[in-house]
Structures are given as structure tokens and as C-alpha cells.
């Protein structure tokens, strides 16, 4: 892959943004998110997962200058969809994913940082919806994901006005989990997937899936999800070692298999 790098270490794969300067979302850098989603969910050594953007920017944006020049017809007829089938690739990744957001994250940028569980932003990161002011709206999930995230009053709010959020502001209506020092960043954000390294895989997945289908159903449907997981995971040899460690050891003293 050209604009984005899958990095392995530690059990922790990095999904890194490389298209100088601003990390414009092309085709091909969608394409090759996509590619990135699937290479960390078959990876087993993989635990957790980070998308970052490097130490100036996390992604500005869809590339303007590319998507100035489609018609309906062409916007219609695919594009569309590949705006949201990256997007879809990054959000079911079957792993805990950080986003580690330095510098500006707009547009479709915003989009990628909303397809992660967590958000850890600098200090003077910059973050937002800005279609608007394109004549257009945000067509990579923004409509939708950050809706569920800040509320729909919230999102209206950042999509109608376009408008730059500080990372302050973001901590406080919940568009971010957490704000550092922009230096500290992506140590950050890879001290967070750490905890997850050594652990339950197969629950944890059990635990993203069983929130994220439930989010979009009714209770009870989301309930029989829950239950179908939860049933499940009794066949795992993780969870006889994690009980059976519990009862003998007591808390957090299990090693998991991902089996």
C-alpha cells in the first residue's frame, strides 16, 4: 500500500495515515483502508489496534480536488459506496481501536477517527464536519455515527455550522475519550491498546459485537444478541481458564489463549 501502513509490534498494529501533507482521503487511500481493516482482523498476533495520522495531522478530509470533478452519476454509481465500505471496514474491525487524533481531523477525517471505540486527541487538535460549507454533507458515516456518539442535537450543531471543535470542547460532549499533551499523543493512545494485549480476543469481540449490532435494534432484539454472545463464549477455552483461574487464583490472574 502506498498512502496507508499496517506496523505490528508488541500486539498492537498501527493503521498509519501517509499521504503528506494534510492525509487527503483519495480512492486509492480508501481502497487501502480497506485492505488495513482486513490485514489486522486476519492477523492473530494482533490484539488492539491504533489509527493515526502522525505528529501534525490526523486526515483532513476527502480530497476535494478529486471529488470536485464527479458527477452524480459517478457519486451515485460507486463512490458513494466506497466512501462508506472504508468506513464500514474500519468500524468492524473485531478488536479494541484507537484512534490517536494530532492536528486536524475534518470531513472524512472526523469519519475515520468516529469508526474507532476510543479517541485520544492533542491538545491542539481540531476537529469537525465541514461538508456544509462545501454544499454537501458528511457521506462517509458522519451523519450517523456522530449522532450516536454526541446526540442528535450536538451533531446538528457541528454538521449545520461546520465549525472546528477544540480538543477541550470535544472532551466534553464526548467526541473524544481523552486529551493529552500533543507530544504524548500516540504513547498514549498505544498505552491504552496495551491493556488489551494478553487478553480475552474472543470475548472482547464477543463484547465490540454484541454492543454495536445491539446499538442498532430495539432492547430486545439487542438482549438476544447479548445472549447468543454470552451463550457462546462457554465454548472457549479462555473463559473455562479465566473461570476456573477466578475460583482457584481469584481476579486477574488468568492467561488467555484467544482460544
Not at 504524548?184 to 469481540?205: D, K
Request: aromatic share 6%.
Amino acid at each position: 500500500m502506498e498512502f496507508v501502513r499496517v506496523e505490528v509490534e508488541d500486539g498492537i498494529a498501527t493503521i498509519r495515515l501517509d499521504r503528506p501533507k494534510m492525509n487527503a482521503l483519495n480512492v486509492q487511500m480508501q481502497r487501502e483502508l480497506i485492505e488495513a481493516s482486513r490485514e489486522v482482523t486476519q492477523d492473530d498476533t494482533v490484539s488492539s489496534v491504533i489509527i493515526y495520522g502522525g505528529e501534525k495531522v490526523f486526515a483532513a478530509g476527502a480530497d476535494i480536488k478529486e471529488m470536485a470533478g464527479m458527477s452524480y452519476a459517478e457519486m451515485a454509481g460507486g463512490h458513494s459506496r466506497l466512501l462508506q465500505d472504508f468506513a464500514k471496514a474500519l468500524a468492524g474491525i473485531p478488536k479494541p481501536v484507537i484512534a490517536a487524533v494530532n492536528g486536524y481531523a475534518l470531513g472524512g477525517g472526523l469519519e475515520v477517527a468516529l469508526c474507532a471505540d476510543f479517541r485520544v486527541a492533542g491538545e491542539g487538535a481540531k476537529v469537525g464536519q465541514p461538508e456544509i460549507q462545501l454544499g454537501i454533507i458528511p457521506g462517509a458515516g458522519g451523519t450517523q455515527r456522530l449522532t450516536r456518539l454526541i446526540g442528535p442535537a450536538r451533531a446538528k450543531d457541528l454538521i449545520f455550522s461546520g465549525r472546528h471543535v477544540s480538543a477541550a470542547e470535544a472532551l466534553e460532549i464526548g467526541l473524544v475519550d481523552k486529551v493529552v499533551p500533543d507530544a504524548e499523543v500516540y504513547a498514549a493512545a498505544r498505552e491504552w491498546a496495551a491493556t488489551f494485549v494478553g487478553g480475552p480476543a474472543i470475548a472482547l469481540r464477543a463484547a465490540k459485537q454484541a454492543i454495536d449490532a445491539g446499538w442498532e435494534v430495539d432492547l430486545g432484539t439487542g438482549l438476544e444478541i447479548e445472549r447468543t454472545q454470552f451463550a457462546a463464549l462457554f465454548s472457549t477455552d479462555d473463559a473455562k481458564n479465566g473461570m476456573r483461574s477466578f475460583v482457584e487464583e481469584g481476579p486477574g490472574k488468568a492467561k488467555f489463549t484467544g482460544r
